[in-house]
């Protein structure tokens, strides 16, 4: 998917719309085209991810209605584009699956050339957001998972130098900066390399 800019113009880009054929679609697809983006519709089912990536897919219009899981090549948590909800029906299922797919934003049936660029836009928004959380969250736990080496390396400087365990995290937090690493990655660094046995401490300088 592109990078876009906070408000995109959408020109260049690549939208793919899955969706049965229709007249009632074709305004979407006209107006998709208006705006700079090349367009291709798919039904019942959309090509696979692999087809996704090469063909530089960017944006996802499905329709809501009778679209199912089946239907997508990848897990709604794993969703590579911005999407838009074709919404005819307000049954609480199908706005229940729409929730469960991730969309970001939404057009309701029939479709028309009204509120199209400000739907692509909220739904690009939202796909940045979330992605932004998502790899937020796989850092936060990564660096969780290495808290365990964190205190291996701690305990060395500790027992090295004979300090407190705050001034054997101060010394640590200090190696780590130099190097322009996290405190996480830099211990992780040490025990990788063998560095903690008896007196292998003595290589972080306390302050």
């Known amino acids: 998917?592109?990078?876009?800019?906070?408000?995109?113009?959408?020109?260049?880009w690549h939208a793919w719309v899955l969706h049965r054929p229709s007249?009632?679609?074709d305004p979407l697809l006209r107006h998709l085209e208006r705006l700079g983006m090349t367009v291709d519709r798919y039904w019942p089912e959309l090509p696979g991810l692999d087809d996704a990536q090469r063909k530089g897919a960017d944006i996802l219009f499905f329709d809501a209605d009778m679209g199912m899981d089946e239907q997508f090549p990848w897990t709604p948590d794993h969703t590579p584009m911005p999407s838009v909800a074709l919404i005819g029906s307000e049954a609480p299922g199908r706005l229940e699956w729409v929730l469960s797919r991730q969309s970001g934003a939404h057009l309701q049936k029939p479709v028309s050339t009204a509120g199209v660029f400000s739907a692509a836009v909220l739904a690009v928004?939202?796909?940045?957001?979330h992605q932004k959380l998502r790899a937020e969250i796989c850092e936060l736990r990564r660096r969780l998972k290495l808290r365990p080496v964190v205190a291996k390396v701690?305990?060395?400087?500790?027992?090295?130098?004979n300090i407190d365990e705050q001034g054997a995290f101060k010394a640590i937090r200090a190696e780590a900066m130099k190097k322009q690493q996290t405190i996480e990655d830099y211990c992780a660094a040490i025990v990788a390399s063998g560095r903690t046995g008896s007196g292998d401490g003595a290589t972080i300088a306390p302050n």
């Not at 701690?154 to 130098?161: D, R, Y």
């Open 154 to 161: 701690l305990m060395t400087v500790m027992l090295s130098h």
């Open 125 to 129: 928004h939202a796909f940045a957001q």
């Open 1 to 12: 998917m592109k990078r876009a800019n906070r408000i995109p113009n959408f020109r260049g």
């Open 23 to 25: 007249a009632a679609i």
